[in-house]
């Protein structure tokens, strides 16, 4: 079941739990209502995937943020997480998340991509589909 606060509210939410454990600052944005829901099967994947990802952010030590944008596009949600960890060692350790979640993203239709960005950090884009509610509630 998915959860009644909507997506946005709940990534924030692990964001920010996530942060104040580890010390490592959690921006979030987002270019979704906060209370627009999705599938509970989208919601449950966007979380473990998040989670994953939050824990290979914390492994290495050159980390000192992450950024999280959450969108809404037509029919499917993005979520993009970047680092600030600029020695380009984690675009490999993202791309193992990819790897863990290929099946479950793809039953969903989905993708994932790493980017490393030079001296910048890393990025990963997970999109999943998901069809808007006709009576607009998600």
Do not use: C, K, Q
Request: charge should be neutral; proline fraction near 4%.
């Amino acid at each position: 079941m998915g959860s009644r606060r909507g997506l946005a509210n709940v990534l924030e939410s692990d964001l920010r739990d996530w942060s104040r454990a580890t010390g490592i600052r959690g921006i979030f944005y987002s270019r979704m209502r906060d209370h627009e829901r999705v599938p509970a099967e989208v919601e449950a994947l966007l979380r473990d995937i998040l989670a994953d990802l939050l824990a290979t952010f914390t492994m290495a030590p050159g980390t000192r943020s992450v950024d999280l944008l959450l969108e809404r596009r037509d029919d499917h949600v993005l979520l993009f997480v970047a680092d600030d960890d600029d020695s380009n060692r984690r675009a490999p350790l993202l791309s193992r998340t990819g790897g863990r979640f290929h099946d479950r993203l793809g039953r969903a239709g989905g993708s994932f991509e790493t980017e490393a960005i030079d001296r910048s950090g890393a990025t990963a884009i997970v999109r999943i589909p998901a069809p808007r509610d006709p009576r607009g509630s998600s």
